[in-house]
Nanobody
Framework: QLQFVESGGALVQPGGSLRLSCVVS????????IGWFRQAPGKEREGVSC????????FYADSVKGRFTMSRDNAKNTIYLQMNNLKPEDTAVYYC???????????????????????WGQGTQVTVSS
């Protein structure tokens, strides 16, 4: 059974940094595209970053390019999101999700149908405020 446990969220000042972790169970990471997503109050869930066998360095939403870096440790079945130069608009609950990598449909889904990466865990709250 696919499960995600996210951690690392906190209250941080603008310009600060955080590192989120997500332990994935129930799948082998090599066969899946794994993404970070976020949902702010009153807004829809949106893709933040995604990593796969095809995109080993990941691809990112324009709003976080150059500030966020995603990585994974297959041995630990864990993915990470290093977030630097955080902005108030980064405030949201952050979730990780997975979608089978075969066929490449995950690229379209990441930007247009993020719920295809569900089911979702409890998420971790990131608040950027002074």
């Amino acid at each position: 059974q696919l499960q995600f446990v996210e951690s690392g969220g906190a209250l941080v000042q603008p310009g600060g940094s955080l590192r989120l972790s997500c332990v994935v169970s129930g799948v082998a990471l090599d066969n899946y595209a794994i993404g970070w997503f976020r949902q702010a109050p009153g807004k829809e869930r949106e893709g933040v970053s995604c990593i796969s066998g095809e995109y080993r360095s990941g691809f990112y939403a324009d709003s976080v390019k150059g500030r966020f870096t995603m990585s994974r440790d297959n041995a630990k079945n864990t993915i990470y999101l290093q977030m630097n130069n955080l902005k108030p608009e980064d405030t949201a609950v952050y979730y990780c999700g997975a979608m089978e990598a075969a066929g490449g449909r995950y690229y379209y889904a990441f930007f247009n149908v993020p719920n295809a990466f569900g089911p979702w865990g409890q998420g971790t709250q990131v608040t950027v405020s002074s």
